[in-house]
């Protein structure tokens, strides 16, 4: 194959990222084709350097970058059935983000440095998916980072915006550190930073310490996949433009962590203590994610945690030893999540709030923007994970893996023996993604019955109190001048659709062994009978309980019985209208007395504020204390030493020519005795 | 004739001089005083000459340079000791401290300095 096509995908969009800023300024008319331009070129040449490349092989070319006096660092292309798939999605994922943002942020004056940051990210994110070095790799890592935190930032007129961006990059760097030493640690062991021979020395049972190198590696996919302990950066993420939210903080980026695992997942396989951490991460990720999503009245927050669990499905994946299903999951996740943040981003513009509460009481929302109505219901099927669509089979897929793994025959295809992974590490995320099946179902069914199809109740109520969002919810908004008549033009329609046939079809593709699975591993993402009905009947349950919540809530609210307290009713507001605001939440029903804490992810900002920032904010106070008091005492007592001591040397300076003789002559008189004596 | 007396002489002379340029008021005294001095260094040199018998008598060539120059200087003094009385009213040199530089209160501008210091930290 040419080599020039691959090196050509990831190099296109980072010259149009420069270009879009070196011109977007004085040529505005360049800005939306600088843009757009070159991603899809790339997205093309993404498809193109797939199909050359073709099924079940691998490509590997590297030339020495630079020496080291260690391992040397090469700028490796690695290519095989999991790159050419995830750099497809990627873009795609771009180009109908890329096309969408013309629109979306048509009255932005900053669009050309979104734009770029956006090229950059995706130039960046091509990079991860091909690199065939660590350090490269890296590189591709922090340079997304870097533009997450941009692009967060957007609106940094706004405070929630400019602190969302600082926790994003504070928090994915604290994994990133360790990530960093584990790529050392792995270097080290291995002997080199290429992939394929860290592959082959893991295969050889040279690396030293592999569950070392496992923990640290999966500490920088905690922070960037957004895993339990490091997960808080992303729904505070939302605070920046939604185009940015589904191409990085749900399709691309978020999935970099566990593109990385499903990489070097030979190495993971070396260490079961690894995995089962991996495990009991992804188990407690999917479930409180999904508590957390079932409970935030944020559209966009709904779906942050909602992509978290979905990342957490696919660490679980991994922990069970199939990276086939982990892939398979992710790209039909990317496609459908990415089509729910870009419809949220129409209903969003259409209503002019996050709040799903207020949509609500937003009478005929769902006839102004009828292509995100639909949609967004095609997503949220998928996400449900209900049959014909690709959610279904991606997750099923994940459940086979589990039961598998729980059952002592993990599906490694061949990268590891099957007793490789824990039967723990198989329960933990069988029993946990049942469960979140059914929560994922009953938080998707939420959504779209609160957004779209509450009983205009509250017309009046609607009008009195236009659209305020709950007050304890927390919410993360972002600038919204755009205007509601024209919430659906068509750069913002035809994406959507775009996406929606990946969303629907994609999971037929694992069926036949011979296409997606050669493509990959080459083992069988076909669903199991028991994973399958299992899956299925509780993803229906949660959907049954979610419209039977909303339905007795909704009913108790239009026969104007009195709400049970915590039900259905705000706490009213300081100042608010005399008619009460009222919300037929099904989730409050369904989560009794854990909606509160799962409304603001249980706490784990405040435990982390008490935690770390507290320490650190009194830290750089004590810091401040001894610079200003201490330090600069020191500075100042030099300054007022050598003043005083010109004071008295001016007291000498009378003017006098006399007194100034008679000292001269006193010093002659007095250096004749010396000299005399 | 004794060297000890025109030495003597000389040394006399020449602390009258120093006392006058340090004690004196006037400016013109001053000068005056300045001249003594020179004048007794002027006999030192006339006085050692003969005595060491100089056949080249460099004390008494330096004795003339020495007036010569003590000439240019006095004329030029007292051109400024008139032009001080001109512009001041007195030839007082105790009054003529314009050089000088008196000790001012520094403590006023210290805690000024030091907010302005602090406004630009917390800027």
Same mark, same amino acid.
């Given at each position: ?27 505005? &008319? ?58 497809? =999605?990627?873009?795609?994922? %771009? ?5 969408? +943002? ?19 990210f995706?130039?960046a ?13 890296l590189?591709g890592w922090e340079v997304m980072g870097i533009c997450s935190y941009f ?17 994003a990059f504070?928090v994915t760097k =604290?994994g990133d ?33 592999? *569950? ?8 920088g996919?905690?922070g960037k ?23 990085i903080?749900?399709?691309?980026m978020?999935?970099a ?150 059952? &002592? ?101 694992? =069926? ?9 591993? &080459?083992? +069988?993402?076909?669903? +199991? ?5 299992? &899956? ?30 915590? *039900? ?5 507001? %300081? ?83 006399? *007194? ?18 | ?61 330096? *004795? ?60």
């Amino acid at each position: 194959m040419n080599l020039a096509l691959p090196v050509l995908v990831p190099v296109l969009p980072a010259l149009g990222a420069a270009a879009t800023l070196a011109l977007g300024k004085k040529a505005p &008319g360049l800005a939306r084709p600088l843009a757009i331009v070159p991603v899809a070129v790339s997205a093309a040449l993404a498809l193109v350097v797939a199909l050359q490349l073709g099924t079940g092989q691998a490509l590997d070319a590297a030339t020495r970058l630079t020496p080291t006096g260690g391992p040397d660092i090469a700028l490796g292309l690695h290519l095989d059935g999991f790159s050419s798939l995830i750099s497809v =999605l990627v873009g795609l994922v %771009a180009t109908c983000v890329q096309v969408y +943002s013309t629109a979306y942020l048509k009255e932005d004056p900053r669009y050309p440095s979104y734009a770029a940051l956006v090229s950059l990210f995706t130039a960046a994110m091509f990079l991860v998916v091909y690199s065939g070095d660590l350090i490269v790799l890296l590189v591709g890592w922090e340079v997304m980072g870097i533009c997450s935190y941009f692009l967060i930032g957007h609106h940094w007129e706004t405070e929630d915006a400019r602190s969302a961006s600082l926790k994003a990059f504070l928090v994915t760097k =604290l994994g990133d550190v360790p990530f960093l030493f584990g790529i050392f640690l792995l270097g080290a062991d291995a002997g080199s930073f290429r992939i394929p021979d860290v592959l082959a020395a893991a295969g050889d049972g040279r690396l030293g310490h592999p *569950t070392l190198i496992a923990l640290l590696l999966l500490a920088g996919v905690a922070g960037k996949s957004a895993q339990f302990p490091l997960h808080t950066w992303l729904p505070d993420a939302m605070a920046g433009p939604t185009p940015v939210s589904a191409l990085i903080h749900a399709a691309t980026m978020v999935a970099a962590g566990i593109y990385l695992v499903a990489r070097l997942l030979p190495v993971f396989l070396l260490s079961g203590a690894a995995l089962v951490v991996l495990a009991v991460m992804a188990a407690v990720t999917m479930i409180g994610s999904a508590l957390c999503a079932l409970a935030q009245d944020d559209l966009k927050r709904v779906l942050a945690y909602s992509t978290v669990g979905q990342l957490g499905y696919m660490a679980g994946a991994l922990a069970a030893g199939d990276r086939e299903a982990a892939v398979f999951h992710l790209v039909s996740h990317g496609a459908f999540k990415a089509l729910l943040f870009l419809a949220a981003g129409v209903v969003i513009h259409a209503a002019h709030t996050n709040s799903i509460s207020a949509m609500s009481r937003i009478p005929g929302l769902r006839k102004r923007v009828p292509d995100a109505y639909w949609t967004m219901g095609i997503a949220l099927v998928a996400l449900v994970g209900l049959p014909p669509f690709s959610g279904f089979f991606s997750k099923e897929a994940v459940l086979t893996a589990a039961e598998h793994a729980a059952n &002592g025959e993990a599906l490694t295809n061949g990268l590891g023996p099957a007793s490789a992974v824990p039967e723990a590490a198989g329960w933990i995320v069988l029993i946990s993604a049942a469960l979140t099946a059914l929560l994922t179902a009953a938080y998707a069914t939420r959504l779209y019955l609160l957004a779209f199809h509450s009983p205009a109740t509250g017309a009046a109520a609607a009008a009195a109190s236009g659209a305020e969002h709950e007050a304890d919810a927390p919410y993360s908004p972002e600038l919204d001048e755009a205007d509601p008549a024209t919430a659906e033009p068509a750069a913002m329609r035809w994406p959507l659709w775009v996406l929606a046939i990946p969303t629907m079809g994609f999971g037929i593709a694992g =069926l036949r062994s011979d296409w997606l699975p050669a493509l990959l591993d &080459g083992g +069988s993402l076909r669903p +199991s009978a028991v994973t399958a009905v299992i &899956g299925t009947g509780l993803a229906v349950v949660g959907v049954l309980a979610a419209y039977g919540a909303w339905r007795s809530a909704t009913a108790r609210l239009t026969t104007g019985r009195p709400v049970p307290a915590g *039900t259905g009713r705000v706490p009213e507001q %300081a100042g608010a209208p005399a008619a009460e605001v009222i919300v037929a939440d099904p989730g409050r029903t369904l989560l009794g007395p854990l909606f509160g804490p799962a409304r603001h992810g249980f706490g784990v900002d405040r435990l982390y504020h008490a935690l770390f920032v507290r320490p650190v904010a009194a830290a750089a106070r004590l810091v401040r204390f001894l610079d200003r008091e201490v330090v600069e005492t020191y500075v100042r007592g030099s300054g007022a030493g050598a003043n005083l001591l010109g004071r008295a040397v001016r007291l000498a300076q009378t003017g006098n020519a006399q *007194t100034y003789l008679s000292a001269l002559l006193a010093g002659v008189v007095l250096l004749a005795v010396l000299v005399a004596v | 004739m004794h060297l000890a007396y025109p030495v003597v002489l000389a040394a006399l002379l020449f602390s009258v001089g120093v006392y006058g340029v340090l004690a004196r008021r006037n400016a013109v005294l001053v000068l005056m005083s300045v001249e003594l001095m020179l004048n007794a260094v002027n006999l030192n040199l006339v006085a050692f000459d003969t005595w060491l018998r100089d056949s080249l008598h460099a004390g008494q060539a330096l *004795t003339l340079f020495t007036i010569t120059v003590a000439a240019a200087e006095i004329g030029l003094g007292l051109a400024i000791v008139l032009l001080l009385f001109r512009a001041r009213g007195t030839a007082d040199i105790d009054r003529a401290t314009a050089l000088g530089d008196p000790a001012e209160p520094f403590a006023e501008e210290a805690p000024a300095g030091a907010e302005a210091l602090k406004g630009q930290a917390a800027a």
